[in-house]
Nanobody, 132 residues
Framework: QFVESGGDLVQPGGSLRVSCSVS????????IGWFRQAPGKEREGVGC???????????YLRDSVNGRFTISRDNNRRTVHLRMNNLKPEDTATYYC????????????????????????WGAGTLVTVSS
């Protein structure tokens, strides 16, 4: 089971960290992806982090958030974080985490094209609203 948390109302330019808590799942062996869905829009991939074992926990992010967002993992606490800085109104969305059931993230071109199709253990999401 995956549970997202940490969503909130934040002003433009502000920061927020959302988290994905995992249970019944051996987090350290698997890649984890973050996705978001804005009102009236389709779900899109935000980024993905590899398992520590497969690729030292390396990650990638979509261009629009690269340099502002960071994905990290704490396997001991069974948690994956998405740190968001310099938030913009267009970042407003419900954020979700999910797993591909593989130790490596897919190629980024595949990840951003498929936007989580076929991924597993989706939580209910956490709402991030960026507004003044």
């Amino acid at each position: 089971q995956f549970v997202e948390s940490g969503g909130d109302l934040v002003q433009p330019g502000g920061s927020l960290r959302v988290s994905c808590s995992v249970s019944g799942f051996t987090l350290e062996y698997y890649a984890i992806g973050w996705f978001r869905q804005a009102p009236g829009k389709e779900r899109e991939g935000v980024g993905c982090i590899n398992s520590d074992e497969a690729s030292d926990g390396s990650s990638y992010l979509r261009d629009s958030v690269n340099g502002r967002f960071t994905i990290s993992r704490d396997n001991n606490r069974r948690t994956v974080h998405l740190r968001m800085n310099n938030l913009k109104p267009e970042d407003t969305a419900t954020y979700y985490c999910a797993a591909p059931l593989a130790s490596n993230c897919p190629d980024s071109s595949v990840f951003f094209r498929e936007n989580g199709a076929g991924w597993h253990y989706w939580g209910a999401g956490t709402l991030v609203t960026v507004s003044s």
